[in-house]
């Protein structure tokens, strides 16, 4: 099992109202979160993401694309074939 800072099903206030961010890619974000909480940050694969989100590989590189282009991820490092994300998430469950 992967290791994670499981925070259970919630989403912070400012991402369920961003208009600029459909259902999938808030999943996604919070998935993301959730999974950065090492050095490593997330290493998820695009198709595992995909798995745990029941939708193609393409969807979820379009919405990680999205999600890095509105400051909400970033790329911690990319070796030319795996990429780690950091989530730029600040907010806590208490918030």
């Not at 997330?42 to 990680?64: M, P, R, Y």
């Not at 890095?68 to 911690?76: A, D, F, R, S």
Request: hydrophobic content about 40%; overall charge positive.
């Amino acid at each position: 099992m992967a290791v994670r800072d499981f925070k259970g099903v919630w989403i912070p206030k400012e991402i369920w109202l961003d208009e600029r961010l459909n259902a999938l890619e808030k999943v996604i974000l919070v998935e993301i979160d959730s999974l950065d909480c090492t050095d490593a940050h997330c290493w998820k694969s695009n198709e595992n993401l995909a798995k745990f989100c029941q939708c193609s590989a393409t969807k979820v590189s379009n919405a990680i694309s999205k999600l890095i282009k509105l400051g909400y991820v970033k790329v911690h490092s990319f070796d030319g074939r795996k990429r780690r994300l950091q989530s730029c998430l600040t907010f806590s469950a208490g918030e």
